[in-house]
């Protein structure tokens, strides 16, 4: 790194400020809302799990909640179309990389940000968000899964509601999980009540709804 480049790092720090004052002034009146994971790959609104995610963002929009995703295709895309077409808020926390396509057409105009740092992104996401839910995705779903359940561990933010979604994808993670982890004594048993796997949208509506209402909290830390 030559001087200049050193006497510019510091000027960084005005574009990461920028980017929390955004996120923090548009969310905080955004109201309880879940976050949806999963899948940037585009694919038919159609497919199984999109159907499931744009069915599971209806009922949480029924049930008073905002949906926020990473306002790309796939997954992120059915999750807003369900907020969307159940008239709720359709949140799209958005990321600049050169291989992720344009926000898809669902989100909120009001609620579509763009951030240039992941870590900013991930901070309005575990803010705001009541509860996370994890389809099957890849690494950035891994990445807010795992990042949400050391948090929560750590006693670092408040617990809130962990489900994923999608048996037949995460079954093999989770048992290698208890096979590895535990048996190396990396996590305790007890880790694994920080999350549930479960395809039954019905359980997940009403589970976030009751820990709200246990809670009454918009932000987790």
């Known amino acids: 790194m030559n001087h200049a480049d050193i006497t510019k790092e510091p000027w960084r720090i005005f574009r990461i400020l920028s980017e929390f004052v955004e996120g923090f002034?548009?969310?905080s009146s955004a109201g309880p809302s879940v976050a949806f994971f999963g899948t940037s790959t585009p694919q038919s609104l159609e497919s199984r799990y999109s159907k499931m995610a744009t069915e599971l963002a209806k009922k949480l929009v029924g049930k008073g909640f905002g949906v926020i995703t990473g306002g790309s295709m796939g997954i992120m895309e059915a999750a807003n179309k369900g907020a969307h077409d159940?008239?709720?808020?359709?949140i799209g926390v958005c990321i600049d990389l050169p291989s992720e396509e344009k926000?898809?057409?669902f989100i909120s105009d009001q609620y579509l940000l763009?951030?240039?740092y992941f870590f900013v992104r991930k901070v309005m996401f575990t803010k705001y968000a009541q509860a996370f839910v994890a389809f099957p995705g890849g690494y950035g779903t891994l990445d807010e899964f795992f990042e949400a359940l050391t948090?929560?561990?750590t006693k670092k933010i408040k617990r809130f509601p962990i489900y994923m979604v999608g048996k037949d994808h995460w079954e093999g993670l989770i048992e290698w999980m208890k096979k590895t982890l535990i048996k190396k004594g990396f996590i305790a048993e007890k880790d694994f009540e920080l999350f549930k796997l479960t395809d039954d949208l019905d359980e997940i509506a009403n589970g976030v709804k009751e820990h709200y209402e246990?809670?009454?909290?918009?932000e987790n830390f």
């Open 25 to 27: 002034e548009t969310l």
């Open 86 to 90: 159940a008239k709720g808020k359709s």
């Open 103 to 105: 926000p898809n057409k």
């Open 114 to 116: 763009n951030f240039r």
């Open 151 to 153: 948090l929560i561990q």
């Open 214 to 218: 246990q809670t009454r909290s918009t």
